[in-house]
């Protein structure tokens, strides 16, 4: 851990300490208050920005008619725009040396955006009051690593709390399982495990094989670990949200491990491209593809996160072919455990076999410039 996860730690033990000592009413306004401070203290940048468009989005949300459809995707393709433009100059800025300002948890903030006003578009003019439209977009446990939490889950958790002494030791349970993740993740991996290599020679292709390996394995325990933790923290306060990992180790296909990891973007993408495009294309695969470009550059907006995409679009696309194909290789016939550990093989090994795909695919391009 280093200091800045000591300081988001403190502040959240702070802030839920306050809030349990709070009036039930004023509890969640507590954790709002807590949020903007956070944010005015060590990233003024993204509150004046998020602030901003929260209340943008809270006024077109409101209109009604053609106003409103207009104003709606006009407002969509703007934070959109302003995603994408953010995540492309940061590279750029890198090279040359140019320090720009850090937007604190922007690809979380963007896809709640997006949620609120694609749903708005589905019903009648919102008349969500502001504290509650200010309550859900900087509830502080989410902020930074998520989850994607949706607003009418947020909304009602919120109204159905109650106080529980589960919650709070289920909570605590929870937070400490996560920091055992991230700490004993980093330990292992990036210094046990890295000890262990360097006293082998290892080719090119098996060292990007290994690093695709411990990449996955790390960006698991850090990534489900402060999801453990954000929970944790909600759960305190009496407040259930989604779950953004379900045992993807045990994904059996391709299609299964995206249902599994990172559970709320991929409902996400689902949700507002893959669903959108398969409606106006009629295209499973257009769709699919737009999907896991749109979760490719959602990380980062680079070349290789569009190929990132594209791959694991080409082996979603090939899973599903082989599930309508009629079990061309008999596997419905093999004892369950084999089978499942041969799809399971299959699967991780597409999986892991990305970087050192992608990387090689790469060069040659580089190669033939």
């Not at 589905?122 to 502080?140: D, E, G, S, V």
């Not at 990036?190 to 290599?197: G, Q, R």
């Not at 009496?238 to 993807?248: K, Y």
């Not at 791959?311 to 072919?321: E, F, N, T």
Request: glycine content about 6%; charged content about 15%; overall charge positive.
């Amino acid at each position: 851990m280093n200091d800045f996860s000591i300081i988001i730690f403190l502040w959240l033990c702070g802030t839920t300490v306050i809030a349990l000592l709070t009036h039930r009413k004023f509890q969640i306004d507590v954790v709002t208050f807590a949020t903007l401070g956070f944010l005015f203290v060590y990233s003024p940048v993204s509150l004046l920005l998020m602030f901003l468009t929260v209340l943008a989005n809270f006024q077109v949300s409101r209109l009604s008619g053609k106003t409103r459809t207009t104003g709606i995707w006009t407002t969509v393709i703007i934070v959109s725009l302003m995603f994408l433009l953010y995540r492309g100059v940061q590279p750029v800025a890198r090279v040359i040396g140019f320090e720009f300002p850090v937007l604190m948890g922007l690809a979380y903030f963007f896809c709640r955006q997006i949620h609120q006003l694609v749903e708005a578009l589905k019903m009648p003019a919102q008349q969500i009051p502001l504290r509650h439209y200010l309550n859900y977009n900087f509830f502080l446990p989410v902020m930074l690593a998520g989850p994607i939490h949706r607003a009418p889950h947020f909304f009602r958790q919120c109204e159905r709390r109650r106080y529980d002494p589960r919650n709070i030791t289920g909570g605590l349970e929870r937070i400490l399982y996560g920091y055992a993740k991230i700490i004993l993740g980093n330990y292992l991996i990036n210094y046990k495990f890295a000890d262990l290599l360097e006293l082998f020679i290892l080719s090119e292709n098996t060292t990007l094989l290994i690093e695709s390996v411990t990449g996955w394995a790390h960006l698991y325990c850090q990534f489900s670990g402060y999801t453990d933790i954000a929970l944790g923290f909600a759960l305190l306060l009496g407040i259930r949200l989604e779950e953004n990992f379900n045992n993807p180790l045990a994904a059996t296909t391709l299609i299964d491990f995206w249902q599994r990891w990172h559970m709320t973007l991929s409902s996400w993408c689902r949700d507002y491209v893959f669903s959108p495009i398969q409606a106006l294309t009629r295209n499973q695969f257009v769709a699919v593809l737009a999907a896991m470009i749109v979760m490719g550059l959602w990380h980062e907006v680079s070349f290789y996160y569009l190929i990132w995409g594209i791959y694991h679009a080409v082996g979603i696309a090939l899973c599903r072919l082989y599930q309508r194909s009629n079990d061309p290789f008999h596997l419905e016939g093999l004892p369950s455990h084999l089978r499942h550990g041969i799809t399971r093989a299959a699967t991780f090994a597409w999986l892991m076999g990305s970087m050192p795909v992608i990387t090689a695919f790469l060069t040659l391009i580089r190669q033939q410039r």
